[in-house]
C-alpha cells in the first residue's frame, strides 16, 4: 500500500505493508535489512514498542494521518513511546529503498 505523509511542508510518498494480527507483535523483528516498510493500526492510545531482535529503523508515529513523534530506533530497546497518544505507527528500516525518506525525517543527505 501507498501513502502520503506531510513532513515540514514536503509530501513524502512511502510504499508499506499493514501488518496482519501476528505482524503487530513482530514488525521487524528478524528480518533482513532489505525488508520493506510497516504499517501498524491499533486503537487511539500510547503504547511501548522495544527493537529487540531488530536492526536500526524509523518509527514514525501517527494520530489521524498526522505526524506526532518519530525517532531513530536503535537495536534492542526494551521501551520506546512516543510523546502522544497514536493510532498507527510505521517501521522504515534503514535500507537504500528509504535512504531519501529517512534523511527528511533526519535532516542528512546521506544515511
Given at each position: ?41 491499533f ?46 505507527l ?22
Amino acid at each position: 500500500m501507498r501513502a502520503v505523509l506531510k513532513f515540514k511542508n514536503k509530501k513524502i510518498l512511502i510504499e508499506m505493508k499493514k501488518v496482519s494480527f501476528i505482524g503487530k507483535y513482530t514488525g521487524l523483528m528478524f528480518k533482513p535489512k532489505n525488508t520493506g516498510a510497516l504499517l501498524f493500526e491499533f486503537k487511539k492510545g500510547r503504547k511501548a514498542i522495544h527493537s529487540f531482535f531488530c536492526k536500526p529503523f524509523l518509527a514514525v508515529w501517527l494520530l489521524e494521518g498526522k505526524i506526532i513523534d518519530f525517532k531513530l530506533i536503535k537495536p534492542n530497546l526494551p521501551y520506546i513511546i512516543p510523546k502522544e497518544d497514536f493510532d498507527k505507527l510505521i517501521e522504515i528500516p534503514f535500507n537504500n529503498r528509504y535512504a531519501k525518506i529517512i534523511g527528511l525525517f533526519l535532516d542528512k543527505q546521506n544515511i
